[in-house]
């Protein structure tokens, strides 16, 4: 069976193809066809075409993600899959632009960028996941839905918040912890603080979750008030921006509900079982995870999730380890609430945060390694379906670090001495220097850390 290798570069409307062989010879040379009914149809006459001339083929197809305009073409490929021997693909844009670089092309075109998609799939087909039928695609849909929305409720309560700062000064101690229910609904009614001194106890009482005392309380604040705003533009802003909220904060349940209620996944119970983890968010990294069995370790997890540490050490350059933040941003999202909710209520997780605490890390770095430390447990259950159980990770944490013990053998990449001689700069000799010091007195002040010896104590 010869393949052959179909390559798309989609821009907005339009998009450009080109088949090439497994030698990189052009088969089918670039054409061009409109985002359209008519386009399409064109692209299955071509394709039709090319597997009358090739009956026995595997056509490998891929494309650029490109933020939507790439899926009407993968639509079409994946409806002719089950007729031809049709694969596609989806790729990440920056991997097929660091392979362009690679291959010292300077120019860029549409024509150019498809040929590279169809030779990153010849020369990196290990690194090539082609697309097989997802039962969760339209849950998955409904969840990044949901997350639009949640977004949405969130800038506009940070330009509420500020608004309130002018419009009524006194009601931001109420939104120190976020914005309270009853508060949203206070401000739908009474926007600033001259409306709401205007107001009756009895009336604002009627609020759900607003007393008698507490309504004469606000009353009496927002007449004694230092609001510089009051106009009618202001009053209607606050108040439309309230009632926006409130719809919002409706909408994100209602769709939430729809999620969880469709999400039949035996992997969202067991996930549920790691103290930290609710029933949402159970779903949520389900939907972005989608099967353990995609990952080979949990290294290539913590990689998708952007977890995975990153240093650079180049010559005389200093680095310093630190999170690479390359994966998905919200699937990050959810585990960095998973690791603060987990800090509180399981013990495994908080005794590691207070133990890199005490060793000097900054709040924001615990979190990190215990974010780090959330997904390998994560990936331990899933790929064993077990439910966390605290005295297995336990276990194979003492189990690595014996093993890691044993591997620690004292290697060097030297097959000489340090030459004195050596066209070195003055900080690479600094550091040698350093490290000879540190190989007798051990007085260390470039980052080479060993022990004291006794009997240098002693003296």
């Known amino acids: 069976m010869q393949r052959f290798y179909l390559g798309i570069d989609a821009s907005k409307g339009y998009a450009d193809f080109v088949i090439l062989a497994a030698n990189k010879v052009i088969v089918q040379r670039n054409f061009q066809l409109d985002d359209t009914f008519h386009g399409h149809g064109c692209l299955t006459e071509r394709l039709r075409l090319f597997f009358k001339k090739h009956p026995d083929a595997q056509l490998c197809a891929a494309i650029e993600s490109t933020g939507g305009y790439e899926k009407n073409w993968l639509n079409t490929l994946d409806t002719w899959r089950s007729l031809w021997n049709l694969r596609t693909a989806r790729l990440h844009p920056l991997s097929v632009s660091h392979n362009l670089k690679a291959d010292l092309k300077r120019n860029i075109t549409d024509k150019i960028s498809a040929q590279s998609v169809a030779e990153y799939l010849i020369v990196h087909p290990e690194k090539v996941?082609?697309?097989?039928?997802?039962?969760?695609?339209?849950?998955?849909?409904?969840?990044?839905f949901v997350?639009?929305?949640?977004?949405?409720?969130?800038?506009?309560?940070?330009?509420?918040?500020?608004?309130?700062?002018?419009?009524?000064?006194?009601?931001?101690s109420y939104c120190?912890?976020?914005?309270?229910?009853?508060?949203l609904k206070l401000l739908e009614r009474y926007p600033t603080a001259r409306k709401l001194a205007r107001g009756r106890a009895a009336t604002v009482a009627r609020i759900p979750y607003i007393s008698r005392d507490k309504a004469k309380?606000?009353?009496?604040?927002?007449?004694?008030?230092?609001?510089?705003?009051?106009?009618?533009?202001?009053e209607n802003t606050i108040s439309m921006?309230?009632?926006?909220?409130?719809?919002?904060?409706?909408?994100?349940?209602?769709?939430?509900?729809?999620?969880?209620?469709h999400a039949s996944m035996s992997e969202v119970n067991l996930l549920k079982t790691f103290k930290g983890i609710g029933n949402f968010t159970a779903v949520g990294l389900m939907l972005e995870i989608r099967s353990v069995k995609l990952y080979a370790s949990s290294k290539k997890l913590a990689a998708f999730f952007g977890l995975h540490p990153i240093y650079k050490i180049s010559g005389d350059g200093q680095g310093c380890f630190r999170m690479s933040k390359r994966g998905r941003k919200e699937p990050r999202r959810l585990l960095f609430m998973v690791a603060m909710s987990a800090t509180e209520s399981n013990p495994l997780i908080r005794k590691l945060y207070l133990q890199k605490l005490g060793e000097g890390m900054t709040r924001m770095a615990a979190i990190g390694v215990c974010m780090h430390k959330i997904l390998r447990i994560i990936y331990g259950m899933l790929k064993h379906n077990r439910p966390f159980d605290p005295q297995v990770d336990i276990q194979n944490t003492k189990a690595t670090r014996k093993r890691w013990d044993k591997s620690r053998v004292a290697k060097s990449r030297r097959y000489q001495d340090y030459d004195p001689k050596a066209p070195i700069s003055r900080r690479q000799k600094a550091k040698r220097m350093e490290r000879?010091?540190?190989?007798?007195?051990?007085?260390?002040k470039c980052g080479i850390q060993t022990p004291v010896p006794l009997d240098s104590l002693a003296n």
Do not use: F
């Not at 120190?176 to 508060?183: A, E």
């Not at 309380?217 to 202001?234: E, F, G, N, V």
């Open 241 to 261: 921006m309230a009632k926006q909220i409130n719809a919002l904060g409706q909408s994100i349940d209602a769709q939430a509900t729809i999620v969880e209620k």
């Open 147 to 172: 997350n639009t929305l949640t977004k949405q409720k969130t800038q506009l309560l940070n330009q509420l918040q500020t608004l309130i700062y002018t419009a009524n000064t006194e009601l931001c």
């Open 129 to 144: 996941r082609y697309k097989i039928d997802d039962p969760q695609a339209a849950l998955r849909r409904q969840w990044h």
């Open 176 to 183: 120190k912890d976020g914005m309270p229910q009853w508060l």
């Open 436 to 444: 000879k010091r540190s190989q007798s007195v051990n007085n260390t």
């Open 217 to 234: 309380k606000l009353i009496a604040m927002a007449k004694t008030s230092i609001a510089a705003d009051s106009d009618p533009i202001t």
